[in-house]
């Protein structure tokens, strides 16, 4: 009897899951656009990350470097992709771009249905309230507010899974249940959101404590270790590549505690838990900006789960507070509560140690104060239907429990997310006709435009979004086939950081004329990096405009910089610099020429013959995110100079035989290149 309870568990959640996706699916394809403060998570990165996944899926390779962004980024090593999630690599290796996103939707909400319900079968609780509980979770504000962020999502999906697994083994002491739990942890972290697969260890390490106090047997120590090591094998795929890259990031040290304990959640949010617009509404622009609330964001901090779902958990901490599975998660909703506050909890110090201080937006501990709500609250609707069952007006009363709780969720739900069509979405915006192929592009944007918009008209209309895809952020040109100078600020180099930072701060914007100045040392910059057009929001007197969109709220232009140097070239000369500072001074000075001298940071041991008049060249023959093959002709000994990022990943051969890379102009590649015709 029971396989057909689950099995009906399972069909019920498949079709309330698809109903509530069915506006992506008909009348037309339609995607979510969400936006969020500045810029869009899903548009900006999350959206350009999946179509690279399945365009690496679909020509059976795998997208560990994006030459496209940020003159070069390591995307596998980066994470947020989700390479090897399993649920990955069958969407984008099977469908349309669009058919994966959606059904990518369904089927996270569909693992996070499963995964609570099976878990609450598993400790005791009936299959109606299972079936409640598991509604709770996965259409909570944790959920709802945050399916702009794929990953994210996607990993608290699989939350549920690792705590079964975990309780699992407590009770049984089965060993096959080591190699699973590693695996769905190791899942868990594929999705690609490892703040996600970090807070849930913490709370299934205090389930596993707390359930465990009483074994004092030595398996009871090695079981998490072997699962942990286990783990890590598994990962390690991802683990390897991501240490790489955090070893250059500009977190290679973590977040200082202002950074780390940024976006806290404040106390007196937890009204939200009764009203989820209480403090104002995102959607509608009522919410305040995080500059002006403290480092509160809407979508952070919402875990919204209706009202009658935290009366049971009340209910169910008084009536049963001996139980261990109730003590176990009441002290789990406590710690839980004390780190999603950060730097408002008396815990806030932790913020300060490792791995705590390499993640930011403390906030997000809510998915596990949410998960401990979802326990104790189906706890509290089994002991409800438990002494409803003999009354007169008992099935009524259960009935009308569960339309209230599914109604609160799902008008929260439905009512939430901004979608439009997916030809829309991802049709190329118009300045994309003035954005070569050839060379990279530069964005100019302080991102007011957007708030001016998103700030006191949130998204109910979606519009003025679509217009402001003109504008060609990073990483939005990955769907348009352009290459962008920038990348999505999320994990960059301490290299690349450095210097997009000194072309930022050497662009001014002037918002009373609505115009902007680009002085010398930018212009120099995005010269040596084969930035020939810079798009911006504001108008320029000094570069040449190639075009400009019109819109409803502001107007788009492209302009043209000039005496941009090659991609790769041949230089005679070096200086070596060994600082930013130096680097800055160097190429202030009017003499200086990038065209000419190529900037290192230790001497070369070749001697290279100073012969820039002589016949050269340089040919590009593989042109790949992976692969770059040149043919050169040079008379003399001398560097060839790439304009792409620097990066530890990266090996060069001359005639097939391995060359030393060195770092130039702060961020990119050069080698030494014999006299003669050379394939490098």
């Not at 209480?278 to 500059?291: E, Q």
């Not at 409800?384 to 569960?402: P, V």
């Not at 340089?618 to 992976?626: E, K, P, R």
Request: glycine share 4%.
């Amino acid at each position: 009897m029971r396989k057909y309870t689950f099995a009906t568990a399972l069909l019920v959640f498949f079709l309330a899951t698809l109903l509530f996706f069915i506006r992506l699916f008909t009348p037309e394809m339609s995607l979510f656009i969400t936006p969020d403060f500045g810029q869009s998570d899903l548009m900006q990165l999350n959206y350009p990350a999946k179509y690279s996944l399945l365009q690496a899926l679909q020509n059976k390779s795998l997208p560990l470097w994006n030459g496209a962004i940020g003159t070069g980024f390591p995307q596998l090593a980066e994470g947020q992709i989700g390479v090897f999630n399993i649920v990955n690599l069958v969407l984008y290796s099977v469908f349309s771009f669009e058919w994966a996103i959606n059904i990518g939707y369904v089927a996270i909400f569909f693992i996070a249905l499963v995964g609570t319900y099976t878990y609450l079968r598993y400790i005791g609780i009936s299959a109606i309230a299972g079936l409640i509980g598991a509604f709770i979770f996965a259409y909570s504000g944790i959920f709802i507010t945050q399916i702009s962020h794929i990953n994210l999502i996607h990993a608290s999906s699989y939350i549920p899974w690792v705590f079964l697994c975990t309780h699992a083994y407590i009770r049984t002491r089965k060993l096959v249940l080591i190699p699973v739990t590693s695996l769905v942890i190791s899942q868990q972290f594929f999705a690609g959101f490892p703040q996600i697969s970090f807070i849930t260890l913490c709370g299934a390490a205090m389930l596993y404590l707390f359930l465990s106090s009483n074994r004092k047997s030595i398996s009871t120590y090695l079981a998490p270790a072997a699962i942990l090591l286990l783990f890590m094998g598994l990962s390690a795929v991802q683990l390897l590549p991501s240490r790489e890259f955090l070893e250059v990031s500009t977190r290679k040290d973590g977040f200082l505690f202002a950074e780390a304990a940024r976006f806290s959640y404040p106390w007196k949010h937890l009204i939200t838990f009764l009203q989820p617009n209480a403090l104002g509404s995102a959607k509608h622009g009522t919410y305040p900006p995080f500059h002006a609330f403290d480092g509160s964001i809407y979508w952070e901090n919402t875990g919204y789960i209706g009202i009658l779902p935290l009366l049971f958990a009340a209910f169910i901490l008084v009536k049963k507070r001996s139980n261990v599975v109730v003590r176990v998660y009441a002290l789990l909703l406590f710690v839980s509560l004390l780190l999603m506050t950060g730097k408002h909890s008396p815990l806030y110090f932790i913020f300060t140690f490792p791995p705590f201080n390499y993640f930011r937006v403390p906030s997000r501990y809510i998915h596990l104060f949410v998960w401990s709500l979802t326990i104790l609250s189906s706890l509290g609707i089994h002991q409800f239907i438990a002494m409803q069952k003999s009354t007169k007006h008992g099935r009524l009363l259960i009935f009308a429990m569960i339309m209230v709780i599914l109604y609160q969720l799902f008008t929260f739900g439905w009512n939430y997310n901004a979608t439009r069509t997916a030809a829309a979405v991802l049709a190329p915006p118009p300045i994309t006709e003035y954005v070569p192929h050839k060379n990279r592009y530069y964005v100019h944007d302080d991102g007011l435009k957007w708030n001016d918009h998103f700030i006191t008209k949130g998204w109910v209309d979606t519009e003025p979004y679509i217009e402001m895809r003109n504008i060609l952020r990073p990483n939005a040109n990955l769907l348009h086939n352009a290459s962008s100078f920038q990348a999505y600020p999320i994990l960059l180099t301490r290299r690349f950081e450095l210097l997009n930072a000194l072309v930022e701060s050497n662009i001014t914007t002037n918002k009373k004329s609505d115009t902007f100045d680009i002085n010398t040392t930018a212009l120099k910059i995005l010269q040596m990096s084969n930035v020939d057009t810079l798009v911006s929001a504001y108008k320029n007197e000094s570069l040449q405009q190639l075009g400009s969109v019109k819109g409803a709220s502001s107007t788009y232009y492209a302009y043209r910089i000039e005496n941009v140097l090659p991609r790769a070239y041949f230089v005679y000369n070096y200086k070596v610099v060994k600082s930013v500072d130096e680097f800055t001074r160097t190429i202030l000075d009017s003499q200086f020429n990038f065209a000419t001298t190529v900037l290192l940071e230790k001497p070369l041991s070749q001697i290279i013959t100073s012969d820039a008049d002589a016949k050269q060249s340089v040919d590009f023959v593989t042109n790949a995110h992976t692969r770059i093959t040149l043919t050169t002709n040079t008379v003399s000994t001398a560097i060839l100079v790439l304009s792409d990022l620097y990066y530890p990943g990266w090996k060069a051969y001359v005639d097939n035989k391995e060359t030393a890379i060195f770092a130039a102009n702060l961020s990119q590649r050069a080698i030494v290149v014999p006299k003669g015709s050379k394939k490098n």
